[in-house]
């Protein structure tokens, strides 16, 4: 969801006129005031098998790829991206640890054949196989990248014969998760250089809901299963590495590897890139990772909260786009029809957007940082004690304009379909 030229999303309006996103921003400036375009796209994953291994250009190279291969690199701006589990989520992120890649290398006799035929040097081989320099992992992905498809399914077909596994996993224990990891992804892609890749050489994460990850420029990283938000700045640049049949650009690749473990002051394996909210108020939290472009909003409204309410609200001077997991009420700073103007007057005095949430709901929000503050605030909603009751979409108060419209983003960057009422 968002404005990139590659695949706006639709806003759907009344009588079910379709609008591009940026077209209605320009059309509605009260949204966004600064621009028609936003600054992030928003995002919402199920993900039923592995995505490719990938990874993002700083923005420098960025423009130097967009300049010089606009057919694979379509625009010039960077992807810093930000995932928050919804269910248990499995992904890799970053690099193993030397000690754990020496240990495959010496026990794996298939992987030691494909970095020799990807080229890497014997003796680094041996340097890997010690430990030492986390470089030297980079080198055992250039080279896995590099070698003959041929020899990576020769290699694949020996390690994934069931007396081979099970000799591997009663030799070295240690080995048994990376051995059915790999098992899973030659089932899904098989005998792509990406199985060894993802298996053996880096770090696998798993993220309890309301975990975050904030992946950083030139970190290599794929989701492998589990339902998650995502939100990244405006682009569509990927420099893929396997798991996929699409385009894979190694030479860029091991580049920009080699310039995330340089930046690393410590061993690149034990970097974290876990991002920890701020919770500012009741059931509010936020995820602000150290990019200009985005935050992300979490707002969780416990079952058993009082008479059910919680608002939440911050002042549009840019737009945001909130997903919610019940019918929710969005005020844009106008009159609310008559049975809202205590939650008007009481929530609202300033004038700014309001989010009027039941017990049980989560909504979150992609948002630009620093354009948008917010607070959170426990209460009723209604008379009744519950959520507040949505008089339907075809409902207006002509004498102040009010009107609720389903509303749907679509297009090539929303996975899911978003429908709610809304104001418009």
């Not at 896995?144 to 030799?171: F, G, Q, S, V, Y």
């Not at 920009?256 to 939290?285: G, I, K, Q």
């Not at 059910?308 to 840019?318: A, D, F, I, L, Y």
Request: proline share 10%.
């Amino acid at each position: 969801m968002g404005t990139h030229p590659s695949g706006p999303s639709e806003v759907v309006v009344r009588s079910n006129e379709k609008v591009k996103l940026p077209e209605f921003l320009r059309a509605h400036p009260d949204f966004q005031a600064s621009s028609p375009e936003l600054p992030f796209l928003f995002k919402v994953l199920s993900i039923g098998m592995a995505l490719s291994i990938q990874s993002h250009p700083d923005l420098t190279r960025a423009r130097a790829l967009h300049s010089t291969d606009p057919k694979h690199y379509p625009d010039p701006n960077h992807k810093p991206e930000l995932c928050c589990a919804l269910s248990e989520l499995e992904c890799l992120c970053g690099l193993r640890s030397v000690a754990e890649v020496a240990t495959f290398v010496a026990q794996v006799d298939e992987l030691r054949d494909v970095l020799l035929a990807g080229g890497m040097p014997r003796p680094d081989i041996d340097a890997l196989r010690e430990g030492g320099d986390p470089m030297l992992v980079v080198r055992a992905i250039e080279a896995t990248l590099r070698c003959r498809p041929a020899t990576i399914k020769d290699a694949l077909e020996r390690l994934m014969a069931p007396a081979r596994l099970a000799a591997l996993a009663a030799r070295e224990p240690s080995m048994d998760a990376a051995l059915r990891l790999a098992g899973r992804l030659q089932g899904q892609f098989p005998f792509d250089c990406g199985v060894l890749v993802g298996a053996f050489l880096l770090r696998y994460h798993r993220l309890a809901p309301g975990e975050a990850l904030f992946l950083g420029p030139n970190v290599p990283h794929a989701y492998l299963a589990g339902d998650c938000v995502e939100i990244m700045a405006t682009s569509d640049n990927v420099v893929r590495a396997g798991l996929t049949p699409k385009f894979k650009d190694v030479a860029v690749l091991c580049e920009m590897l080699a310039e995330h473990v340089a930046a690393s002051p410590v061993d690149p394996a034990a970097r974290s890139f876990h991002c920890d909210p701020s919770c500012p108020a009741p059931h509010l939290s936020v995820y602000a990772p150290p990019v200009p472009e985005f935050q992300l909003v979490r707002l969780r409204v416990p079952a058993d909260c009082p008479q059910g309410g919680v608002s939440w609200c911050g002042h549009p001077t840019s737009a945001a786009i909130a997903i919610a997991t019940q019918p929710c009420w969005v005020s844009l700073g106008r009159p609310l029809p008559p049975a809202f103007e205590r939650i008007e007057r009481e929530n609202n005095a300033a004038g700014c957007d309001l989010l009027q949430l039941g017990a049980g709901s989560v909504v979150f929000a992609a948002r630009q940082p620093g354009h948008l503050g917010g607070r959170a605030q426990r209460g009723p909603l209604d008379r009744h004690g519950g959520r507040c009751p949505s008089p339907g979409p075809q409902v207006k108060n002509k004498k102040k304009g009010f009107g609720l419209v389903p509303t749907t983003l679509r297009g090539k960057h929303a996975n899911k379909v978003v429908r709610g009422p809304t104001r418009h």
